[in-house]
T-cell receptor
Framework: SQELEQSPQSLIVQEGKNLTINCTSS?????LYWYKQKYGEGLIFLMM?????EEKSHEKITAKLDEKKQQSSLHITASQPSHAGIYLC????????????FGKGTLLTVNP | SQTIHQWPATLVQPVGSPLSLECTVE??????LYWYRQAAGRGLQLLFY??????ISSEVPQNLSASRPQDRQFILSSKKLLLSDSGFYLC??????????FGSGTRLTVV
């Protein structure tokens, strides 16, 4: 089965600082998904990456998928308290049922 | 527009009691439906998924079962809860594309 390793497990940054969260797979990724979760709430979709070398941005968040499609990074520029939460990467295991395997998440705290 | 409803939001149940969590989707037809559990420090674990009415695939052997009596209804059940069933349960759906839309979750505490 596919396993995703996320690092770091938790991160505390000062408001305005940049940060990066990584997601690594032992297998080639058919699709890589980034979600954000506030504690006790559902997951909010951020971005999906499917092609090697692909990069997508939304507001101050940029996600990249490496050429080998085994590692992805999520970069936040000039962090704000609203960025705080748990960031999870999910990987498509292939096939038509869209079963996603998720990493354990990265807890981000942004101090004002 | 499509929406997903999940209830209840929180639930405290004694060990050995039954469980029924419900999830419904609006604004779409024939969605793929999923139940995930999120336990502390263990990330999201896929429990069940369904590609159609009455079609349930189980990912992890456990004390839980799932049913899909209607196209847009997905139910997670247990006959007798265990302490280890505690966690945050999330329902999700996909349509023609792979992007998951999640419900707001149910926090289950078994005491």
């Amino acid at each position: 089965s596919q396993e995703l390793e996320q690092s770091p497990q938790s991160l505390i940054v000062q408001e305005g600082k940049n940060l990066t969260i990584n997601c690594t797979s032992s297998k080639t990724l058919y699709g890589l998904y980034w979600y954000k979760q506030k504690y006790g709430e559902g997951l909010i979709f951020l971005m999906m990456l499917q092609k090697g070398g692909e990069e997508k941005s939304h507001e101050k968040i940029t996600a990249k998928l490496d050429e080998k499609k085994q590692q992805s990074s999520l970069h936040i520029t000039a962090s704000q308290p609203s960025h705080a939460g748990i960031y999870l990467c999910g990987a498509d295991t292939g096939g038509s049922n869209y079963k996603l395997t998720f990493g354990k998440g990265t807890l981000l705290t942004v101090n004002p | 527009s499509q929406t997903i409803h999940q209830w209840p939001a929180t639930l405290v149940q004694p060990v050995g009691s039954p469980l029924s969590l419900e999830c419904t989707v609006e604004g779409t037809s024939n969605p793929n439906l999923y139940w995930y559990r999120q336990a502390a420090g263990r990330g999201l674990q896929l429990l069940f998924y369904s590609v159609g009415i009455g079609q349930i695939s189980s990912e992890v052997p456990q004390n839980l079962s799932a049913s899909r009596p209607q196209d847009r209804q997905f139910i997670l059940s247990s006959k007798k809860l265990l302490l280890s069933d505690s966690g945050f349960y999330l329902c999700a759906w996909t349509g023609t594309g792979p992007v998951y839309t999640f419900g707001s979750g149910t926090r289950l505490t078994v005491v």
